[in-house]
T-cell receptor
């Protein structure tokens, strides 16, 4: 059974810092990996999708990497802003039908 | 463009009462549809998914059920709610198979008292 772990559970940084969120998974036979953002009481917004054949994806200040062999992914946020404050969730896909296994998330607070 | 709607947004129900949460997707056809639950202190858990009308796959045994009466409509139901059914329920969709982005609705907050 796939297990997804996110470290740290919570992170507080001052505005402008670069930061890294970590995600690890136990079964390396994955189909894809997605990073999501969730604001309090809201649904999830997809940030980046990495296919199993890819090593990284970039969108603006966000960069996600994938190392299948070691069962790890990182989300790098450059020049953090207060608007980045949210919970970031990592999810591993097992098939083409997006039946994802989620981590519990990292709660990020960026202070002005 | 495609949009996904969920309702109701908030629901407070007594133990033993029935439940019906609805989800619809607009602007696409034959989407894959999903119900996830997010309970306090736990990660998101896939409950059901559907790849077509009348086709439902259940991931976790429970007192919940799902139905897909129309191509773009997905319903989550229960005949008798339990306290443990409380949580944040999220509907989501993707198009076809492959490494496609999963798009979520705004969620339905269920409190069972």
């Amino acid at each position: 059974k796939q297990e997804v772990t996110q470290i740290p559970a919570a992170l507080s940084v001052p505005e402008g810092e670069n930061l890294v969120l970590n995600c690890s998974f136990t079964d390396s036979a994955i189909y894809n990996l997605q990073w999501f953002r969730q604001d309090p009481g809201k649904g999830l917004t997809s940030l980046l999708l990495i296919q199993s054949s890819q090593r990284e994806q970039t969108s603006g200040r966000l960069n996600a990497s994938l190392d299948k062999s070691s069962g790890r992914s990182t989300l790098y946020i450059a020049a953090s802003q207060p608007g980045d404050s949210a919970t970031y969730l990592c999810a591993v896909g097992h098939s083409g039908y997006s039946t994802l296994t989620f981590g519990k998330g990292t709660m990020l607070l960026v202070s002005p | 463009s495609q949009t996904i709607h969920q309702w109701p947004a908030t629901l407070v129900q007594p133990v033993g009462s029935p439940l019906s949460l609805e989800c619809t997707v607009e602007g696409t056809s034959n989407p894959n549809l999903y119900w996830y639950r997010q309970a306090a202190g736990r990660g998101l858990q896939l409950l059901f998914y559907s790849v077509g009308i009348g086709q439902i796959s259940s991931e976790v045994p429970q007192n919940l059920s799902a139905s897909r009466p129309q191509d773009r409509q997905f319903i989550l139901s229960s005949k008798k709610l339990l306290l443990s059914d409380s949580g944040f329920y999220l509907c989501a969709w993707t198009q076809g198979t492959g490494a496609n982005v999963l798009t979520f609705g705004a969620g339905s907050r269920l409190t069972v008292l």
